[in-house]
């Protein structure tokens, strides 16, 4: 049985003890094994003494194993019984089912042959791919963009512009819910490793295809590795197997990744943006291009004149955009624990139904005014005393509308300590929150907005500095 230890934490620390991302995957085929060697078994174990110290972690491939019967299956049961005990070991098994069936085939690989992760296929959706997630110390990586030819024929099938592929990345975190989960993507698409990485700035990417299937080492790393150094791990079976050397050649992939390594985290601290801004620059693109953030001269409730005006109930008419802004709040809950989301009518009602979709968590939402028929409830869906809720919005000005919104949940026995909101526009929300005991949170702020669509071309620089005298001006109101 292997450590109970996260996968994602002992696959770090390997990452770091080892100073590698070289996962040696261990595939082995009869016919290219040198005779000498008395078993398959045999075989694995001499690969794992000559790579030991120089790869992140192991990942066989059971097809190989089950092609050999009794005797394979065998062979795969002494080969993990070998392995270091500090390296993770990744099964490349691509399962897959539903109910009880997609349940047995996580027992099988986490409990029966105790492997720190898995592959899992995700085409049968959500209830397909939860068994796999309800082992917390294990870890799953997602089949996303596969490294063999014909994978385009399937996984760049797009609806509304966004390809197969990009979908399931954006799915898998919703499924996740906050969680880590890894997706699989070859070497051999690295313009898809990069589109990947745009739109999930800190998932694990199991990178195939490096050698014999002919990937670009070079390209990969640059589209895919994160700000950290980590974010990718690149397998390699046959050039390491089979090398007249073994240990030389993973000595040499894993020094060639890391000089490549070295040089694009170098180029990366001198001219690329963080995660954090990746993000930001994106969502404010996504929202500029669907008007739910304008500019102008806008009269607002109180009678006072804005240069701009946030409006995310359009998010309804586009729900490409929507879904992916239901990513981001479903990251932003990940750390937080709660039992449901509560949504403030209206805007953040669609909101909040699409992350709820996302993270499988179930939605409320206080009314407004209760009815004056049927149930007159003031909190719609099902809720116990003594819950814990999140509050969830579209931004926040002041905590006013908060804190109204709060009471009839208080009043129900629910526990409310958090908020959570798209945008913070700085003037004074989370100080109000703060003194009733609330912790504000909130993805961007205007700011922030404005500096994206600035810098990304979208906002002329006369323009987004009377915004920013505008901001200024508010914020020393507060």
């Given amino acids: 049985m292997r450590s109970a230890v996260s996968f994602w934490c002992k696959l770090e620390a390997s990452i ?7 996962c040696v995957g261990l595939d082995p085929d009869p016919a290219h094994i040198p005779s000498h060697y008395a078993s398959v078994a045999d075989f694995n174990r001499a690969i794992i003494d000559a790579t030991a110290g120089l790869a992140c972690a192991y990942k066989p491939n059971i097809a190989f194993y089950e092609a050999l019967g009794e005797e394979g299956l065998r062979a795969l049961r002494e080969t993990l019984d070998y392995m270091p005990a500090d ?3 990744v099964l490349d098994a691509k399962r897959n089912d539903i109910a009880t069936t997609a349940a047995a085939y996580a027992r099988a690989a986490f409990e029966r042959w105790g492997v720190d992760a898995l592959t899992v296929n995700p085409y049968l959706g959500r209830d397909g791919v939860e068994p796999f997630l309800a082992y917390p110390d294990r870890g799953v990586f997602l089949l996303c963009k596969t490294s063999n030819p014909s994978a385009p024929e399937i996984q760049d099938w797009a609806q509304g512009g966004e390809p197969l592929y990009r979908h399931i990345a954006r799915l898998a975190e919703g499924w996740a819910g906050g969680r880590e989960i890894g997706l699989v993507i070859g070497a051999t698409y690295p313009e898809a490793v990069a589109d990947i990485r745009c739109h ?9 295809g490096i050698g014999a299937q002919g990937g670009e080492l070079q390209a990969v790393l640059r589209a895919g590795l994160r700000p950290d150094g980590m974010g990718l791990i690149i397998n390699a079976s ?3 197997l089979y090398a007249a050397d073994p240990h030389a050649a993973a000595e040499s992939l894993r020094a060639e990744i890391n000089a490549v390594r070295t040089q694009v985290l170098s180029e990366m601290r001198q001219r690329a943006p963080n995660a ?7 969502l404010a693109r996504l929202l500029f291009e669907a008007s739910c953030v304008r500019f102008g001269d806008f009269v607002l409730h109180s009678g006072a004149h804005s240069p701009l005006y946030i409006d995310l109930r359009r998010l309804v008419t586009y729900p490409r955009i929507l879904a992916e802004v239901a990513s981001v709040y479903a990251r932003m809950l990940g750390p937080l624990k709660y039992e449901r989301i509560a949504a403030i009518p209206y805007a953040a009602l669609p909101i909040g139904t699409a992350v709820a979709l996302q993270t499988g968590q179930p939605l409320i939402y206080p009314r407004r005014e209760a009815k004056a028929y049927g149930t007159r409830r003031l909190i719609e869906g099902e809720y116990h005393a003594g819950e814990r809720v999140v509050l969830l919005d579209d931004l926040i000005t002041t905590g006013g509308s908060k804190l109204e919104a709060l009471e009839p949940l208080l009043a129900e026995g629910l526990i409310v300590e958090d908020v959570v909101v798209l945008i913070d526009r700085e003037q004074g929300g989370a ?9 504000l949170h909130a993805t961007l702020t205007l700011r922030e ?3 994206a669509l600035a810098e990304g071309g979208q906002l002329a620089p006369t323009d987004a500095q009377r915004v920013r005298d505008y901001l200024a ?3 020393q109101r507060v």
């Fill in 16 to 22: 770091r003890h080892h100073d590698s991302l070289l």
């Fill in 87 to 89: 390296v993770p070991v």
């Fill in 200 to 208: 999930s700035p800190n998932a694990w990417f199991l990178i195939p």
């Fill in 238 to 240: 046959r050039s390491i």
């Fill in 276 to 282: 954090h801004e990746i993000e930001i620059a994106r």
């Fill in 431 to 439: 100080q109000d929150l703060a003194q009733k005991g609330l912790r």
């Fill in 449 to 451: 907005l404005v500096d």
């Fill in 473 to 475: 001006s508010e914020s």
